[in-house]
């Protein structure tokens, strides 16, 4: 079975506003993220209104697939699977509204990755009957980086999740240093984190903090 670090960074550059553009941004935070220990990481951008285009979400891709080869570090690309192929990620993430994992599973083929955001435990059931490697599962805290939540998830569900499948669980939404002991308690194998890390002031503490922190745990 799939081992996952127990610290899953997602760089997302529309967290931070500093004028530079998405690209740079999103190199950036994977540097300091990946120098502070990382050994999976997570390139969200999402398109759309306001969002970022296609060509700078696969400029960003490549860019962090070569800084994470480096570093022997495993790249998930989010929702994009066209992306992830095109940049030669280790992986895809998907929610419930994307592709659907038997279809991602066909595109990505077995030597790749696929989790799947999951938010009840007939979700993760079916996606680990279609294929999944990993699901994400939450939101267990409320979060600024996405408005279009489902409700919180609380501990005692995850803990059921956990124990309805047998492949890992990485929690996500809100989740802070004060809250990973909690989460990884109730059954996380992996704690996602996005904005603890990339509005911290320095990311690469930040990274660090929180690796030893959810590996302690």
């Known amino acids: 079975m799939l081992a996952l670090p127990p610290l899953y960074p997602i760089v997302d550059p529309a ?9 740079d941004r999103a190199r950036s935070l994977a540097r300091a993220v990946l120098s502070g220990g990382a050994k999976i990481l997570q390139l969200r951008m999402k398109g759309g209104p306001g969002g970022a285009d296609a060509g700078d979400v ?4 490549k ?33 419930q509204e994307d592709l659907p994992c038997v279809e991602v599973r066909r595109l990505v083929g077995s030597r790749r990755l696929v989790g799947v955001s999951t938010h009840t435990v007939d979700e993760a059931r079916a996606a680990e009957a279609d294929g999944a ?9 409320p ?13 005692d569900l995850l803990s059921e999740v956990k124990a309805a499948v047998g492949i890992p669980l990485v929690a996500i939404g809100g989740i802070t240093e004060a809250r990973i002991r909690d989460v990884r308690a109730a059954g996380a194998d992996s704690v996602a984190v996005i904005s603890a890390i990339m509005a911290a002031r320095d990311p690469a503490a930040a990274t660090r ?8 745990s």
């Open 15 to 23: 967290v931070v506003r500093d004028g530079r553009d998405p690209v």
């Open 143 to 155: 979060t600024a980086t996405k408005t279009d939540t489902r409700p919180q998830r609380t501990l």
């Open 63 to 95: 860019a962090l697939r070569r800084l994470t080869r480096d570093a022997g570090c495993l790249f998930i690309v989010n929702d994009r699977v066209d992306i992830a192929l095109l940049a030669d990620a280790d992986g895809v993430h998907v929610g």
């Open 58 to 61: 696969l400029a960003a891709a």
């Open 209 to 216: 903090a929180l690796g030893r922190l959810a590996a302690a």
């Open 133 to 141: 490697d990993y699901i994400g599962f939450g939101p267990m805290y």
